[in-house]
Structure formats: structure tokens, C-alpha cells
């Protein structure tokens, strides 16, 4: 299982991500959400850019990526990816967001979980899935995960 980013966060490649769609096509079953492009820390260009490019992921299962000053999901979105910046990643808002998804039975993902407290946190939440790019390079980051005791 799998999901595929959009590769947005300091520039979109709407070539590159189209390839990338394309070249994956095959194993679609195995992919659980596609990242809408968005732009980090704010929600309205975010809403913008959905309407934008959601269509170069027709057919897959798309995440909205939420960002600071969220006020809600386009209701087409089937995927809950949270993004944002560190601070609105780590509020009391995002925590209502996530439990908000999960009640309603939204698959909700969170990005950029390179750390036990967080990943703990977000597991106790309901989040159903996470990333973080340190824990997919380096072993240690990962067994700090595994063996954390609050």
C-alpha cells in the first residue's frame, strides 16, 4: 500500500506528476490516495488549486491536503491529508480535524511524522495512516517510534 504526494511543497511539476500518475497506473489498487497539489500553510489557495488541478487525479482516491485556516473539505475529497505548518500541525485544531474525519469515517493521513510523540498522538487520535521522510531513510527514526514509552 501506498500513497503518492504531489511534489508541491516548494514547486508543483504538473508534468512530472502526471508521469508519475501514469507510470503507477498499474498498481491503483494498491494506492490509497493521490495528493491534490496545495499550497503550504493556506487553506484558500489550497481550496483554489483543487479546483484547479483535480482533475489530473480523476479515477484515484483524492486527498485534500488541509492547511492553515481550514474551514473545511471540498466534498468530492475522500482522503483527509494533514499538512500544514509545524504549529498548525501540532494545534488543538488539527487534533478536532482529525477526530472530526475519523467519526466520519474518512481515511485521514498525516504528513511529515518524523517523531514518537507525534505519531504516537496521531495514532491515539485515529489518524489511519502517516509519512515522515526521516522515518522512510533512517532505521534509528523509525525504532524511536517502535520503543517510545510516554
Same mark, same amino acid.
Given at each position: 500500500?501506498?500513497?503518492?504526494?504531489?511534489?508541491? @511543497?516548494?514547486? =508543483?511539476?504538473?508534468?512530472?506528476?502526471?508521469?508519475?500518475?501514469?507510470?503507477?497506473?498499474?498498481?491503483?489498487?494498491?494506492?490509497?490516495?493521490?495528493? !491534490?497539489?496545495?499550497?503550504?500553510?493556506?487553506?484558500?489557495?489550497?481550496?483554489?488549486?483543487?479546483?484547479?488541478?483535480?482533475?489530473?487525479?480523476?479515477?484515484?482516491?483524492?486527498? =485534500?491536503?488541509?492547511?492553515?485556516?481550514?474551514?473545511?473539505?471540498?466534498?468530492?475529497?475522500? !482522503?483527509?491529508?494533514?499538512?500544514?505548518?509545524?504549529?498548525?500541525?501540532?494545534?488543538?485544531?488539527?487534533?478536532?480535524?482529525?477526530?472530526?474525519?475519523?467519526?466520519?469515517?474518512?481515511?485521514?493521513?498525516?504528513?511529515?511524522?518524523?517523531?514518537?510523540?507525534?505519531?504516537?498522538?496521531?495514532?491515539?487520535?485515529?489518524?489511519?495512516?502517516?509519512?515522515?521522510?526521516?522515518?522512510?531513510? @533512517?532505521?534509528?527514526?523509525?525504532?524511536?517510534?517502535?520503543?517510545?514509552?510516554?
Amino acid at each position: 500500500m501506498f500513497g503518492i504526494d504531489n511534489g508541491a @511543497f516548494s514547486y =508543483f511539476d504538473e508534468a512530472a506528476f502526471t508521469r508519475l500518475l501514469r507510470r503507477e497506473l498499474p498498481r491503483k489498487q494498491d494506492c490509497l490516495f493521490v495528493c !491534490v497539489p496545495d499550497k503550504v500553510g493556506d487553506h484558500i489557495e489550497t481550496l483554489i488549486m483543487w479546483e484547479q488541478y483535480k482533475h489530473l487525479a480523476e479515477g484515484w482516491r483524492r486527498a =485534500f491536503v488541509v492547511q492553515d485556516g481550514f474551514t473545511g473539505a471540498p466534498p468530492d475529497a475522500d !482522503v483527509l491529508f494533514i499538512g500544514g505548518t509545524t504549529a498548525f500541525k501540532d494545534s488543538r485544531e488539527v487534533e478536532q480535524i482529525v477526530c472530526d474525519g475519523v467519526a466520519r469515517g474518512v481515511h485521514v493521513h498525516v504528513g511529515r511524522v518524523n517523531g514518537a510523540k507525534r505519531f504516537w498522538k496521531f495514532r491515539a487520535l485515529g489518524a489511519h495512516t502517516c509519512d515522515g521522510s526521516g522515518v522512510s531513510r @533512517f532505521d534509528h527514526m523509525l525504532e524511536k517510534i517502535r520503543d517510545f514509552r510516554s
